[in-house]
């Protein structure tokens, strides 16, 4: 299996906190991988320093080019996506014009399309008219998603999406994440609800205090009690 992203000693500050302290994993074509951790320990520090909206220091190679260093918008054009835990979306605009704004060309199909957005999520298309801010909580995290998978990114970053979701709508993305990657994106999630990430990973970290102290499958988590008392349980 190709490796499309890999990641070596990432380092991160914010001002004089040392946030990453030598990071290093690898992301698959095609694979689900969960980094996963309390609050606090740099996954989300993770993903924003590998999309350049924090400096790295260290090396991250995404289909075998470095592109530490590189601006958000460039890297957005190199193929990688990413769902911000806040969600960011434009709240005056409506549902369809929030799509619409994820698309990288009106030239080019991608893997994706509005119409494949309402068939994954068919209460986006009962909303298609309505205002964006006026959406519940579940439905801005649908909307966000699936903008920007009209980008068609090869890899996609999700920071937190089941976040103050209801049990049947994180069951809803949970469901979307594995049809992402049956249409061979590549998906980074940071979560924290430890059962969406062994229902639908492949393989999975976990980080303490910076760096990477755990690699394996969800298999092999579910079963290693003594890992997920001391880095995962509150």
């Known amino acids: 299996m190709t490796t499309m992203l890999d990641v070596r000693d990432l380092h991160a500050y914010y001002g004089k906190s040392h946030i990453l302290q030598g990071v290093s994993f690898d992301v698959k074509e095609g694979e689900i991988v969960s980094l996963l951790g309390r609050n606090g320990v740099g996954r989300s520090t993770t993903i924003k320093a590998i999309m350049g909206l924090v400096p790295p220091q260290g090396t991250v190679n995404y289909r075998g080019r470095n592109i530490a260093g590189m601006t958000p918008h460039e890297i957005a054009h190199q193929g990688l ?120 990973s492949q393989r999975l970290y976990v980080m303490g205090h910076g760096h990477i102290v755990y690699e394996g499958t969800p298999d092999a988590l579910a079963k290693d009690e003594a890992v997920r008392k001391e880095w995962l349980e509150v």
């Open 81 to 200: 996506g990413y769902v911000p835990e806040d969600r960011s979306i434009f709240p005056t605009l409506t549902v369809r014009q929030n799509l619409l704004l994820g698309q990288k060309s009106t030239r080019k199909q991608g893997r994706w399309s509005v119409d494949d957005m309402y068939k994954l999520f068919p209460r986006l298309e009962e909303r298609a008219d309505t205002l964006a801010g006026v959406l519940s909580g579940g439905e801005q995290q649908m909307l966000t998603m699936c903008r920007t998978l009209l980008g068609d990114p090869d890899l996609i970053m999700v920071d937190e999406p089941t976040e103050g979701l209801a049990p049947k709508i994180t069951e809803q993305v949970g469901d979307l994440l594995s049809e992402i990657a049956r249409r061979g994106v590549s998906v980074l999630l940071v979560e924290q609800k430890l059962t969406i990430a062994l229902r639908i």
